[in-house]
């Protein structure tokens, strides 16, 4: 009879090597870059977290320096000494490699520049690869720490972390921008928002939280869209407006910076990122923000219902230069394209409970307060002409009674974007799914 040994120990960060000075470490990981010095070779290998530069002279395990090429994947052993030239203040002199593979062509894109040098069009075919990158696993590694963070935060708060279908039998949000798709016979639809199932929880749970697809069959081909997107949704009940919706995500913001921050400074450090600071976050309504367009830029806006992207930008700008924040609530919008589990506004029921949070000049974030009232939920159905026969599902937990809730979706990959400053949304989205893209 045989039994599992203890493994051996392996470093994996670079953080890892820094703390062993004056010791033997062994790791796996990637060649990412080999740089000849004539007598002997730096080898830079790729672990699972930074660039660890090793020195390889005169032969060992049977090769030399000529032996070893980028894209090898390697397991080395060797003894680490301070060399204040090093990028991170220390190197590793190799005693042992072993071959683990070997690639079987040259890798076509510059893993081993600094920047990649590509467009976004050349480098998105090639994500498997060009996501090796050290400046690419950065942008990666913070959208990971800001979805832990927001799950951290949450858990903190009381809610429950649930898992909601991604399969549906009707669109939350209406309209036609959803998928359709043949479900054994039957028309099913893919989930443009987990909301009716938050709702649902909200009711059984009281806190809800999930970190999940969203999907949007929206023809918009721009750099800030896309047809598949990593949603982050909350639902709390027995709230007393949406603004407690509102100060429980501006917590949540500010725990989420300090995260990125304590996690992810070389990262930060590397792309140059700077984060935002929150203290308190202004709010105006959807009125008030067309009369300052109006009387602070001289903008007159034509949209009655909503905020044009260029709108968005100004009421940014204003937020920052009157409040020094980068960050602007704008609430009370047009019910009439608010959806239709948006609770109107009982002083003036042409606005809705719901609000929009902008930040460097882009919403990312959508919410409000739900109608918990089941006459209420069914009339504003029948106001809007909408069949209330296929909500039968929905309005099950209105008229078996609700608590007063409401919630938001913010879109990780916007909020990702925002935040270090891409241009476009595609950067902050690992393998992109928009109009044109299905591979890879």
Excluded at 113 to 142: N, S, V, W
Aim: glycine residues 8%; contains cysteine.
């Amino acid at each position: 009879m045989e039994f599992i040994s203890t493994p051996k120990q392996y470093i994996d960060a670079v953080e890892d090597a820094a703390a062993s000075v004056g010791k033997s470490v062994s790791f796996r990981g990637t060649v990412h870059r080999v740089r000849d010095m004539s007598d002997f070779a730096f080898v830079v290998v790729r672990v699972n977290r930074g660039l660890i530069q090793c020195m390889f002279s005169g032969e060992i395990d049977g090769m030399t320096k000529a032996d070893i090429r980028d894209g090898m994947v390697v397991e080395v052993s060797g003894n680490v000494r301070e060399e204040p030239r090093a990028e991170h203040g220390f190197e590793v002199v190799l005693t042992s490699v072993r071959i683990l593979s070997r690639p079987a062509e040259q890798i076509p894109v510059p893993l081993g520049k600094k920047y990649l040098g590509m467009t976004l069009d050349a480098e998105l075919p090639l994500r498997p690869i060009t996501l090796r990158h050290p400046r690419k696993q950065a942008i990666f590694r913070i959208q990971a720490a800001i979805a832990d963070g927001f799950a951290e935060y949450m858990i903190s708060q009381g809610f429950t972390h649930i898992h909601t279908p991604k399969i549906v039998s009707a669109g939350a949000e209406g309209g036609a921008n959803i998928f359709k798709l043949d479900y054994f016979g039957q028309q099913a639809y893919l989930a443009q928002s987990p909301q009716f199932y938050k709702q649902y929880t909200a009711g059984i749970f009281g806190r809800v939280f999930e970190i999940g697809n969203v999907y949007r069959a929206e023809r918009h081909n721009t750099s800030r869209h896309l047809n598949e997107y990593i949603g982050l949704d909350f639902e709390m009940a027995y709230i007393d407006s949406m603004y407690d919706v509102m100060e429980m995500e501006t917590g949540m913001l500010k725990y989420v910076i300090e995260y990125v921050q304590k996690h992810c400074k070389e990262e930060l450090e590397m792309l140059g990122s700077k984060l935002p600071v929150i203290d308190k976050i202004p709010t105006v309504t959807f009125t008030e923000a067309k009369e300052i367009m109006l009387e602070k830029f001289g903008h007159k806006s034509k949209n009655r219902y909503d905020l044009n992207p260029d709108e968005e930008v100004m009421m940014c700008q204003w937020a920052e230069e009157t409040y020094g924040s980068e960050f602007v609530f704008v609430t009370h919008f047009p019910s009439a394209k608010r959806p239709f589990y948006a609770m109107d506004d009982a002083e003036n029921p042409k606005f809705a409970l719901s609000f929009d949070l902008l930040f460097r000049g882009l919403e990312i974030t959508t919410g409000g307060q739900r109608i918990h009232d089941y006459h209420e939920q069914v009339k504003k159905l029948e106001d809007r002409k909408m069949d209330v026969s296929l909500f039968e599902s929905f309005l099950i937990m209105h008229k078996y009674g609700m608590p007063p809730h409401g919630g938001l979706g913010i879109g990780l990959e916007r909020l990702t974007m925002q935040l270090l400053g891409q241009k476009n949304i595609r950067e902050a989205s690992m393998f992109p799914r928009d109009m044109t893209r299905l591979e890879p």
